[in-house]
């Protein structure tokens, strides 16, 4: 069978071992509601649209938005005040988008998007596949540039440090470029866009509810005249900051300590992370210390499903580029 292995499942090895274990080996997944991967999934659906000039790419984030509602009522049975939570949070990212597109309009017109959710699969031997899939890989002046798309509730200085280290980016343009050596990426646009922090203003026995149309509005101008932080950051660079010889030494190293761990023991837990310092607690904590595997902790979670690995490494060709 072999070992796969990604960039998650590697951060995943070097927060917890333990947790590891229980994710990838026992494939436990905790049975919870969490909009923030909603928005997630949505923004880099919407964004893709946005990026390949579409018409109605408002529409296709607006499409993407009622599939995921329609599997999150269903999945999860969600309360009156969850779905009033996830339609205006679907109203929010409409904002963003058009936000974007608005403050970003010639460098869109400008660049072009020659594939989205890019894979391909790194063979490092030891019958050891390491996979990948980047956001978007764009043209921009004629250079192949890797788009990686991040939303973030506020872009801190120290947020903006850690661009250049960031783990997924420097995988992503090496390993691209090993897998796909004679059409490599020759930069990075590392866009972050801050999810808003302002909501519609409800009732009150004076007024009635902030219509939606007003409130799209108001979101529109808080985005060109944020209240405190910056909402838009883009960092381009040729190189990520982690050179190519580094993260191939992280990985083996990383897959050479899975292939040895061989008992549950072997994957030890890292107990300085099962509470974080800003809140909230690992999804296997109940496991790790109220009960273990038992059936009261067991109902929470549900066997996930393997994920697709595909090994055919499909290429965005440089003649799709518009000069």
Known sequence: MGLHMSVSSVQDWMTCKRLYYYKRIKKYEKTSYNLPFIVGRVVHEGLAAVLAKKPNAIE???????????????????????????????????????????????????????????????????????????????VIRKKKVLHELKTTKQITPDYVKRIQTDLQTAVYYHFHNIIFEDSKIEEVMYDVIRKPSIHRKKSSKSKPAESKEAFLERLQEWY???????????ERFKTPGITEEAVINTVVKVSEEMLRSKTKEDYYQDFDKCSAYYGGQCSYYDICHNGGESKENMVLYTIRKSYHVSKENKRVEDNEVET
């Open 60 to 138: 296709v984030m607006e499409w993407a938005y009622r599939k995921e509602r329609r599997e999150a009522i269903q999945t999860f049975g969600l309360n009156p005040e969850q779905i009033e939570e996830l339609d205006m949070q679907e109203f929010m990212t409409k904002g963003m988008l058009l936000a974007y597109r608005t403050k970003y309009a010639k460098m869109i017109e400008d660049m072009r998007l020659l594939g989205s959710e890019v894979e391909g699969a790194l063979d490092l031997g030891n019958d050891v596949t390491f996979v990948i899939k980047l956001d978007n890989i764009v």
């Open 224 to 234: 060109k005249k944020p209240d405190d932080m910056s909402v838009f950051h883009i």
